[in-house]
């Protein structure tokens, strides 16, 4: 059921970009649009996620439940390495962004750098996935208080180009090219994607997450906003 939900969700922004829909949603299509849509699918979709997981290409464990405070960890995978790229260190998330980082890497991530750079990704700099705390300038929790969410810095590739979102976000060379594809990518993939043009929190990383709302902040929010 996972996977139907997964493939399912990905062929329906693929067409929908195709066709240049009109949902909000689907604004991740264009490469200057604020997207919020709202509610998320419900969480039964992960419903037997870790055997899900198996099926793909990434090394993982399994991670105990545990709680802090209101912060938790549940369904949660300890990720070294996804498909071609290692993680900088060992990073626990939920199984459910697991799956999404898989999906990504395939079909957002390596296309990309093969592209734009000339060589595959193959280790992931990133700053964190749990961190039991509220979202930044925010009083309710972060999705890293359930290590839903990882925040990735710098790309490198096998031939040792460095991409770093805090120096070449902007930049209009290959590596500025690269990282926007790669922004706009994710708002295709996972729930919740902030980026250097979201607020000064995110300068330096992208910010993707699982959780319920969805949302693409690849450039300043629209002040019209409610
Ligand atoms: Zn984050």
Redesign the pocket.
């Known amino acids: 059921m996972l996977a139907q939900w997964f493939h399912g969700f990905r062929r329906t922004i693929n067409l929908a970009c195709s066709i240049g829909g009109t949902f909000a949603l689907l604004s991740a299509c264009s490469s200057d649009v604020v997207y919020d849509s709202g509610k998320a699918p419900p969480g039964q979709v992960y419903e037997n996620c870790q055997k899900y997981l198996r099926q793909f290409d990434l090394d993982f464990r399994p991670v105990a439940d545990r709680s802090t405070g209101a912060c938790r960890i549940r369904d949660a995978v300890q990720v070294s390495r996804i498909g071609q790229a290692k993680l900088s260190r060992p990073a626990i998330m939920t199984c459910a962004l697991a799956v999404q980082l898989s999906e990504f890497e395939t079909v957002v991530l390596q296309p990309a750098a093969k592209r734009t750079l000339g060589s595959p990704i193959t280790t992931i700099h990133h700053?964190?996935t749990y961190a039991c705390r509220n979202a930044r300038s925010k009083s309710r929790l972060?999705?890293?208080a359930y290590a839903n969410?990882?925040?990735i810095g710098i790309l490198e590739t096998a031939s040792g180009i460095k991409t770093s979102v805090s120096r070449h976000w902007d930049e209009a060379g290959s590596k500025g090219e690269f990282l926007k594809t790669v922004g706009q990518g994710a708002c295709t993939l996972f729930h919740g994607v902030?980026g250097p043009d979201s607020d000064r929190n995110?300068q330096d990383?992208f910010?993707?997450?699982m959780g319920p709302y969805t949302y693409c902040q690849l450039r300043p929010v629209d002040p019209r906003r409610p």
């Open positions: 700053y964190g972060s999705q890293h969410a990882i925040d902030l995110h990383h910010h993707f997450d």
